[in-house]
């Protein structure tokens, strides 16, 4: 049973427009939500992230925006650069104690901008 | 800092064979975490440790097994080798205040292929 679903494996975007990828998850004791950028033959490097407290935050590019209600997340680029092509994954977590340092991580979304 | 180092980068196995994966972090962190990912599922936690001498089971763990006698070691050990394991493994190291809350640090990665 996947708690987090990445329903679109794939998203090709000119460069200058906004990307969106999106997420969805089914636990609603999810606490915080992440996203991860990789390249291909590295690890997963952290993007940016948000609690559940919040419906919004950004950082420089990127945006992430939560519907608590709706149980979904997404990600904007704007404005997407080629090198913002790689695989996107979505991940979620549970408040600290024993939870910390375990995600859930969706099945990830590939990215290509076209210059 | 070297960060999170993996070694090997890529490795065959027979089916039964057994061996060692190394994960060492720099960092001091507390939390330390294997994850596989496997095309179209994700990344998927295996075994996870809170600090040294204390492990516990993630949600893909049969097959595996974890110590961690250091707080800079993390090695992820395949009993008997399976087809069904060959998959990307990933090592991660985290820790309150290191980074966004619950933020995590992969290492490059190893490729396993079970033949």
């Known amino acids: 049973d996947q708690q987090v679903k990445q329903n679109s494996p794939s998203l090709s975007v000119q460069e200058g427009r906004i990307s969106i990828l999106n997420c969805d998850y089914t636990?609603?004791?999810?606490?915080?939500f992440l996203w991860y950028k990789k390249y291909p033959a590295e690890g997963p490097t952290f993007l940016i992230s948000?609690?559940?407290?919040?419906d919004k935050n950004e950082d420089g590019r990127f945006t992430v925006f939560l519907n608590k209600s709706a149980k979904h997340l997404s990600l904007h680029i704007v404005p997407s650069q080629p090198g913002d092509s790689a695989v996107y994954f979505c991940a979620a977590s549970l408040a600290g104690g024993t939870s910390y340092g375990k995600l859930t991580f969706g099945q990830g979304t590939i990215l290509t901008v076209h210059p | 800092n070297a960060g999170v180092t993996q070694t090997p980068k890529f490795q065959v196995l027979k089916t039964g064979q057994s061996m060692t994966l190394q994960c060492a972090q720099d960092?001091?962190?507390?939390?330390m975490s294997w994850y596989r990912q496997d095309p179209g599922m994700g990344l998927r936690l295996i075994h996870y440790?809170?600090?040294?001498?204390?492990?516990d089971q993630g949600e893909v763990p049969n097959g595996y097994n974890v110590s961690r006698s250091t707080t800079e070691d993390f090695p992820l050990r395949l009993l008997s080798a399976a087809p069904s394991q060959t998959s990307v493994y990933f090592c991660?190291?985290?820790?309150?205040?290191?980074?966004?809350?619950?933020?995590?640090?992969f290492g490059p990665g190893t490729r396993l292929t079970v033949l």
């Open positions: 948000i609690s559940s407290i919040k």
């Open positions: 440790s809170v600090g040294a001498g204390i492990t």
């Open positions: 960092m001091n962190h507390e939390y």
């Open positions: 991660a190291s985290s820790a309150p205040g290191a980074g966004a809350i619950d933020e995590q640090f």
């Open positions: 636990n609603s004791m999810f606490d915080y």
